[in-house]
């Protein structure tokens, strides 16, 4: 979504953000600070405000994670995901070794008997953030993983749909609900385990909603009962947190972050991470 988005050096007054432990129902605050050259980036947009802030978040529930701001006019982004070892080529079945391809840096899956290479390329989850009456629409898990626990209505996009499509589709089927999109409002990727997240704003085109197959029951939250505290995955606790804040600020934005999360954590830690490259509108 934003491969296109040309990044310069910021000379403009934006602010920066960094979460940090509030007694309030949903964890997190924004401190604003002062901005500096160093630590900000500006980017190219034909949107009302034509520029994006850029910094880095940590989660201040997890001890481990620091704040640190981007001190470069380019984002250097380090693969650190999980690669699963391929046996054998999709293609002919064949068996594989694992090497670096001439010409590449990575190790890929490389068939033994066509010599074709195995590429493995990250996952687009796609959801809606739907607001009806000032409220918003969750969905508590039916399946694994993360059974009981809350989410906005997402899942895995499918091959010969949009984003947008996927969305609309995955909102039908979790929560039998039809919506309307407004707007796109953020793009988490998670590089360890090779997602990515868009989540579109919505709106109910008709008031009604149910439990789909794969959640046990569907219900409207006002923003001061989103239940933090039992939330599926990192991208819901971030992309609710980010609303939650622009909301209360008067404004929606349009955000962009990389969710690093700890290595050797459980998936179930959904406050195991920090929040990079921090771009909102």
């Not at 590429?119 to 000032?134: A, R, S, T």
């Not at 039916?142 to 609309?168: C, D, N, V």
């Not at 959904?270 to 490259?277: E, G, P, Q, V, W």
Request: one cysteine or more; glycine letters at 6%.
């Amino acid at each position: 979504m934003l491969k296109a988005i040309q990044i310069l050096g910021c000379s403009s007054g934006f602010v920066s953000h960094h979460w940090k432990p509030h007694n309030n129902n949903f964890g997190f605050s924004f401190v604003r600070r002062l901005p500096t050259t160093s630590s900000l980036l500006r980017v190219s947009s034909t949107r009302r405000n034509p520029c994006f802030s850029a910094h880095s978040e940590s989660n201040p529930r997890d001890p481990s994670s620091t704040s640190s701001s981007s001190s470069s006019s380019s984002v250097s982004v380090k693969s650190a995901g999980n690669v699963l070892k391929v046996n054998f080529c999709q293609w002919c079945g064949g068996p594989t070794k694992h090497d670096v391809p001439e010409g590449e840096e990575k190790i890929r899956a490389i068939c033994t008997v066509c010599g074709k290479i195995t590429y493995q390329n990250p996952k687009m989850v796609v959801g809606c953030l739907i607001e009806h009456d000032n409220k918003v629409l969750l969905c508590k898990r039916k399946i694994q993983p993360s059974y009981g626990l809350w989410t906005l209505p997402a899942g895995y996009m499918e091959i010969g749909e949009s984003a947008a499509e996927g969305a609309i589709r995955e909102t039908w089927e979790e929560a039998c609900a039809e919506v309307e999109m407004l707007s796109p409002f953020a793009q988490l990727d998670i590089p360890l385990i090779g997602q990515t997240y868009i989540i579109f704003l919505a709106k109910l085109k008709k008031p009604q909603f149910a439990p789909g197959p794969e959640s046990s029951e569907c219900r409207l939250f006002a923003l001061d009962d989103i239940p933090f505290n039992s939330l599926a995955f990192s991208s819901m606790l971030v992309t609710l947190n980010l609303y939650v804040q622009d909301v209360r600020a008067g404004r929606l934005n349009f955000h962009y972050g990389t969710i690093n999360k700890r290595p050797g954590t459980s998936p179930s830690d959904i406050h195991a991470f920090t929040l990079d490259y921090h771009l909102q509108s």
